[in-house]
């Protein structure tokens, strides 16, 4: 029993010793990404993008400045990742874009933002005037032009520069919606029509028919727009856009119900979208349907917890 026992020990001491290797194995695999280096470009910009908040970004980003392997691209990716809370360290990063890359249009776009974030108005007209002279057929300059004019409240030469843009690239279906939104807005409902004449074909005829609504609702022809909505959920009865603008257009026709089914319609097929129910119960409040408005409030905050300055804008019961 001894001599068995005796036997038996080293074996098990072999066994101890082969499975502590492998274990010590398996901790050196794991341990040795953390010992290197890690001041790649693309692993200081994976980990900025898991960061939540732009102070916890800015000490991996910052060092991409006088990073030699840095590229443009990436350069400018770490200031865009830095502009909302930290505009001083983007400026520096996209400079540092710029001195590599002299010639890149999407530098000096960037570049315009990040100066508008500072308030620095002579250096946003600057780089768009850069943007355009190194890409004198590009409709992005202008197109970044008119979005900062319209945020400065100037539509009319937003709605300018946007015609600019669109004679630029006719057949961009984004710019000739924004173009058209714009005319709309300066009251230009004609010239708006027009513009939505030429995009026939290229736009479905649902949506074609929901833009035109739009611009006749703008005009104060709610009841011409509402055929043209109806018009367009016939032709695509999942159009969930169609149903909402439609509900909308009801409202403001005092068709309170019929408001109603549409916008609960327009919910339906587009779940993920709160506009709907918070237009809904934005009406019900209006109406003084308090009973409505506190289930629709429900339903949003069930549904669209993560929003609650849409929820409470929208949705505010007294």
């Known amino acids: 029993m001894q001599e068995a026992e005796g036997m038996r020990k080293p074996g098990m001491s072999r066994g101890r010793r082969s499975l502590l290797v492998v274990c010590t194995v398996a901790v050196v695999i794991h341990l040795v990404p ?23 970004r800015v000490p991996f980003l910052r060092p991409l400045k006088d990073d030699a392997k840095a590229t443009t691209a990436e350069l400018r990716e770490a200031a865009s990742l830095l502009i909302d ?11 540092e874009a710029e001195r590599r890359g002299p010639g890149e249009v999407e530098t000096q776009l960037l570049l315009a933002r990040v100066c508008d974030v500072e308030r620095m108005h002579r250096c946003v007209s600057a ?6 002279s190194l890409a004198p057929g590009d409709a992005r300059p202008d197109v970044l032009l008119a979005e900062l004019q319209e945020k400065a409240g100037d539509v009319v030469g937003a709605a ?23 005319l709309s807005a300066t009251r230009r409902g004609a010239d708006a029509l027009a513009v939505l004449r030429t995009m026939e074909g290229r736009l479905p005829p649902a949506r074609l028919l929901v833009e035109q609504g739009r611009v006749r609702s703008r005009e104060g022809a709610d009841e011409d727009a509402v055929k043209l909505f109806r018009a367009a959920v016939v032709d695509d009865p999942k159009l969930s856009v169609g149903h909402f ?25 587009d779940l993920s979208n709160p506009k709907a129910l ?13 009973d409505d408005a506190r289930l629709t409030r429900m339903d949003l905050e069930r549904r669209f917890s993560g929003q609650p300055e849409l929820i409470r804008q929208s949705c505010s019961i007294p």
């Not at 809370?85 to 400079?95: F, T």
């Not at 780089?127 to 355009?132: E, H, I, Q, Y």
């Not at 015609?163 to 924004?178: F, N, S, T, W, Y």
């Open 85 to 95: 809370g930290a505009p001083d360290e983007a400026h520096a990063l996209v400079l």
């Open 278 to 290: 918070a237009a809904l119960c934005a009406i019900q409040l209006k109406e003084r349907r308090l």
């Open 160 to 182: 300018q520069s946007l015609e600019q843009a669109h004679g630029k690239a006719p057949e961009d279906v984004l710019i000739g919606l924004r173009y058209v939104n714009l």
């Open 127 to 132: 780089a768009l005037s850069r943007a355009k």
């Open 34 to 56: 953390l010992f290197l280096p890690r001041n790649e470009p693309e692993q200081q910009l994976a980990i900025a993008r898991a960061m939540s908040t732009v102070p916890q």
């Open 245 to 269: 603008e439609l509900g909308l257009a009801w409202h403001r026709l005092g068709r309170l119900d019929a408001a109603e089914e549409a916008l609960r319609q327009a919910d339906r097929l």
